[in-house]
């Protein structure tokens, strides 16, 4: 594998993280590449969703979430205690499962977030940029003042993926963006994946195969322990290697539909 | 993970002074938080407060020398002129105008419970519905006119001026009685309404009628929530105060006839504080007793109230 | 697989016999539903019961008597609708005492008055018109020789049809004469007191509960979890405390303890300070708000947990403080529901009477209250007082006064239930 080249954002080491006693992850290390897009599959709730919520210690918001291990952002650990999760969530950006644009305005559900994080520049360029890149602009700008919720489930979802990177953030964490979408609103956001890696480091969680080999770089297999039930990392490497010749038996198996 | 360990290095290069994520001192987070708490903590001063003005002033009235406890809690007479504090003769009648509050309010309400979650149309809810709403919403002291002006005046043209006195618990207990109501049918029929729709089907399959299902096999299996509701109601009427202070008479009595008059405990805490007592006094004191006896049976039964929802609250969620 | 016959349905009803049974069950069935339906109507017609028996007090038929024919105050043949200002004058100081005469200049100096309401004084103070006794409307319609029966014995007599709720009741002050009492000073004084409780609880409770929501679940310190459940057991068993339980706490606490601050002395508010002592509307109000403040919070933290998780996420998720995504997201989403209860909370708050009983609401007072320092009384004070009172004549404006109260609740609990249908189905 050659990674060497790149550059890293993340890079976590020995996680484990619990919810009460029951251990979730265990003992997982990854790296994290810079403005590429890594996928994490694997079967439901061997931890994948969680994983990711490390990132930008979304599982604070769980009070029975713990975390151990180091989650290192450029060298620093995220679950230091004098790190503020507040500042870390707006560099580390987050897409979720439902599109769950706020019941506000199109332009308010994207300015937000900027003017929350103390953005003084001008907000209707951002706006429209942030739109833009969403590749949303076309089909809204007519109706910005239009409430979000009117949106179509495709067009929700990349409104809320405008107002996650309204903010600038450096990465965009998605979680199963387009599991309630339909085939041909997947295929948009997965263009537009595309498109924002060119700015952004992207690290989406994905249940389709078919979307972790279409869009990422990299992939990470995570798999539940059969005995303690604790998600773990089973493989990760360049997307095409994972897809094409997997050295472990078990990724095999899960992508070539084996797996039971 | 073999990955990681050739990255390591790199990723911590990577410049770790890219921008600091340093806690920052957000003060109006902590100031706004530590109100919430207060709000919060508000309530618990308030039955501190509650517990020590009932316990303090119960404890001079059985520190001055005029009564111990054991005549307090055993006496028929409450007569504070001439010494006599016994809890019995306001008890007495609390407990009768609750009982006769019960008779009409659970057989009622339940039935009003059974008709609208077994039997009634859409539209027959959405007419019943809000008349027990407005049931609920009138003030006691409206129900305290109604009892003395309409009740009573009712119950002696059935049974006679004679029998019947002006003031007698017999009316305050059926009004309030269809105070509680309201409350008995919606938390019964909340009950009845969280009983899993399978259980009726299984029934009808088993070729039950309506009927049948309702009582044998929907009640049955409401049997906390509906007590729930039954213990919840006696408690509100026996801290019911206006509709007695107006409708039973003042004037401690002992007697189980419902047709004379007889202060209850709510009653004669009205009464006395109503008028100008000077603080300090046995009168005040005494209040405070009553209001402390008052304070452990309501707070008593709405506890094993909440422990037999939340009885059954488990075997349905 | 070959059944054996089973001996046991032997025991089953057959055929004649069956029918019968089933009919019988269902008969059974048809009784009880009668049942369960008579119980409902009971329902239904205790309330048109209340509502009947407030009307029939509210209007009726009066036998009026006056003191002094105003026949015979005429001046010059000038009847008294017609007298100027001057004459209506030297006729009040010819009827009445001199102290009283005194008392109504320094009132209000009589050069200063108008003709109107000098003429209102003659009426009430010269002519003294009285009812001597009232009838109900079902009398009033369907009894009629027993009221002309009556009014044969009273020579001097005028029967008149009356509704004792009217303009005038809502604008004049208490009286000591029923046909002559208002409930001004009781409109203004419910509208203090409810104002105060609600200034007080609404933030209380709302704080309360978005602490009980928001935070209490995040708090790490295992002592403060323990004192965080116990406040929400707590507010759950306040909820059911007797509210003249409320009002004793009310009489040590606000009235004793804590008089120098809410009778104004602090402030020298008072220029009396004997006259409320903490029997004041300050007083009152705290009292209610602490009586409220359980149904606020339990109201509100139900509105604020109905907003889904997902707003939360998304707020949290670019960046935003937690109290920025309660503040931008959460509260807007929970406050029609907020509001709702509060509104509910607030006409259980207008319609307590006990709790005020015993922390000493005034029973007579004429002036308007001034201030959170003032004396007070309240509509269902007012109600009380005249209910308590034998004559019929207190009891038909008490019924006028609950017609009042009622229309007030009604009006407050319709605009809680349009809030609630308005925004209450809105999809997130
Ligand atoms: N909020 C939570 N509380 C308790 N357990 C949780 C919670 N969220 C997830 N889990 C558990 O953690 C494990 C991993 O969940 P998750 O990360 O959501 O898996 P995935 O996203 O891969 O499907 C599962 O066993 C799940 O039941
Ligand atoms: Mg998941």
Redesign the pocket.
């Known amino acids: 594998m050659n990674y060497t080249n790149g550059k890293y954002v993340f890079d976590i080491q020995n996680l484990n993280?619990y919810?009460?006693s029951?251990r979730?992850?265990k003992d997982t290390d990854l790296s994290i590449e810079s403005k590429k897009i890594t996928a994490?599959i694997?079967?439901?709730?061997?931890?994948?969703?969680?994983?990711?919520?490390t990132f930008n210690r979304m599982n604070d918001l769980?009070p029975?979430?713990r975390v151990t291990g180091e989650v290192l952002f450029h060298g620093q650990n995220l679950y230091d205690p004098d790190v503020d999760p507040v500042e870390v969530r707006r560099r580390i950006g987050m897409v979720f499962q439902k599109p769950n644009p706020f019941p506000k305005s199109i332009y308010e559900n994207v300015a937000w977030g900027a003017r929350i994080n103390g953005f003084k520049g001008n907000m209707d360029e951002l706006v429209e940029q942030s739109l833009r890149q969403a590749a949303l602009w076309d089909e809204v700008k007519d109706k910005l003042d239009q409430s979000g919720l009117g949106l179509s489930g495709g067009q929700q979802q990349r409104l809320c993926i405008a107002r996650t990177i309204a903010p600038r953030p450096e990465v965009i964490l998605m979680?199963?963006p387009c599991s309630a979408l339909d085939p041909i609103a997947t295929l948009k956001i997965e263009d537009l994946m595309r498109q924002l890696v060119k700015n952004y480091t992207i690290i989406i969680?994905t249940?389709n195969m078919q979307q972790a080999a279409r869009v990422s770089d990299y992939t990470a297999y995570?798999l539940?322990d059969r005995d303690d039930?604790a998600?773990l990392l089973i493989e990760y490497g360049v997307t095409n290697e994972i897809f094409t010749k997997p050295k472990d038996q078990r990724t095999e198996d899960y992508i070539t539909g084996r797996f039971g | 993970m073999t990955v990681s360990a050739s990255t390591r290095t790199i990723a911590k290069t990577a410049a770790a002074a890219k921008s600091d994520l340093h806690k920052r001192l957000r003060l109006g987070e902590s100031f706004i938080e530590a109100f919430l708490f207060f709000c919060g903590a508000v309530s618990i001063l308030t039955t501190l407060g509650i517990v020590f003005v009932l316990g303090k002033e119960s404890l001079l009235f059985f520190t001055s020398g005029e009564v111990t406890l054991w005549e307090f809690i055993s006496g028929t007479e409450w007569q504070p002129a001439i010494g006599r504090f016994g809890i019995w003769a306001l008890l007495n009648s609390t407990l009768m105008v609750t009982a006769i509050a019960m008779l009409v309010a659970l057989p009622l309400g339940l039935a009003v419970a059974i008709y609208l979650s077994e039997y009634a149309s859409l539209r027959a809810r959405s007419i019943l519905k809000p008349v027990l709403e407005v049931l609920a919403g009138v003030p006691t002291v409206v129900y305290g006119y109604f009892a003395l002006t309409f009740m009573t005046p009712f119950l002696r043209s059935i049974f006679g001026d004679e029998i019947v006195q002006i003031y007698n618990t017999a009316a305050a207990g059926i009004v309030i009685g269809i105070l509680v109501l309201p409350l008995v049918s919606s938390m019964s029929e909340d009950a009845l309404h969280a009983v899993p729709y399978a259980l009726r089907e299984a029934a009808y399959g088993l070729g039950a009628t309506k009927l049948e299902t309702a009582i044998k096999v929907v009640l049955p299996a409401a049997t906390y929530g509906v007590a729930a509701a039954f213990i919840v109601a006696i408690s509100r009427a026996i801290g019911e105060t206006m509709i007695v202070a107006i409708a039973a008479g003042a004037g401690p009595s002992f007697t189980f006839n419902p047709f004379e008059s007889a202060e209850t405990m709510t009653g004669h805490i009205v009464r006395i504080s109503g008028g100008d007592l000077s603080y300090d006094s046995i009168d005040y004191n005494s209040i405070f007793a009553i209001g402390l006896m008052l304070f452990v049976m309501t707070l008593t039964l709405n506890i094993i109230s909440r422990h037999v929802v939340k009885h059954f609250r488990e075997e349905y969620e | 697989m070959s059944v054996k016959p089973d001996s046991s349905v032997a025991s089953y009803p057959e055929d004649d016999g069956l029918q019968s049974f089933v009919k019988r069950r269902h008969r059974q069935g048809l009784t009880w539903r009668i049942v369960f339906q008579a119980a409902t109507i009971v329902a239904i017609l205790a309330l048109l019961a209340l509502l009947y028996n407030i009307i029939i007090g509210s209007f009726g038929y009066v036998a009026l008597q006056n003191k002094i024919e105003p026949e015979s105050l005429h001046v010059d043949g000038m009847p008294l609708e017609e007298l100027s200002k001057e004459q209506l004058v030297i006729i009040l100081s010819e009827h009445i005492s001199k102290g009283l005469m005194r008392r109504l200049e320094h009132d209000q100096p009589f050069t200063e008055r108008t003709r109107q309401d000098v003429y209102n004084l003659v009426i009430e103070r010269v002519v003294e018109q009285r009812v001597v006794k009232s009838w109900s409307l079902t009398v009033s319609f369907f009894k009629r020789d027993e009221i002309e029966t009556f009014m044969a014995g009273l020579p001097q007599g005028k029967l008149e049809f009356r509704s004792w709720l009217h303009w005038n009741f809502l604008i004049t002050p208490q009286s000591s004469t029923p046909e002559l009492a208002g409930i001004r000073t009781a409109i203004f004084g419910t509208l203090w007191v409810i104002f105060i409780t609600v200034a007080v609880a609404f933030p209380l409770g709302v704080g309360a509960a978005i602490y009980l929501e928001e935070y209490a679940a995040h708090v790490g310190n295992p002592w403060l979890r323990r004192l965080n459940a116990i406040i929400q057991t707590n507010i759950n068993n306040l909820a059911g405390v007797p509210s003249i339980i409320y009002g004793m706490l009310g009489l040590v606490i606000f009235v004793r303890v804590m008089e120098p601050l809410t009778s104004g002395a602090f402030l020298g508010a008072v220029e009396d300070a004997t006259t409320a002592n903490g029997r004041t509307i300050l007083s009152a109000g705290l009292t209610l708000a602490i009586l409220i403040l359980p149904l606020i919070i339990i109201n509100a933290q139900e509105a604020i947990r109905a907003v889904p998780n997902s707003l939360r996420q998304a707020g949290m998720g670019l960046g935003a403080t937690k109290w920025q995504t309660i503040w931008h997201h959460v509260l807007p989403n929970a406050i029609p529901g907020i509001l709702t209860g509060n509104i509910l909370a607030m006409s259980r708050a207008i319609g307590e009477t006990a709790p005020l009983v015993v922390i000493g609401a005034s029973t007579f007072i004429t002036v308007d209250p001034n201030g959170p320092f003032s004396k007070f009384t309240t509509l269902p004070i007012q109600i009380y007082q005249w209910t308590a009172r034998p004559q019929d004549e207190f009891r038909n404006i008490a019924a006028a006064a609950i017609i009042v109260l009622l229309v007030l609740l009604l009006t407050l609990n319709a605009s809680a239930v349009l809030l609630r249908n308005r925004y209450g189905k809105k999809s997130l």
């Open positions: 993280c919810y009460g029951f979730a992850v994490f694997g079967p439901s709730g061997c931890g994948k969703s969680t994983v990711l919520r769980i029975s979430a979680d199963e969680v249940h995570f539940m039930r998600g």
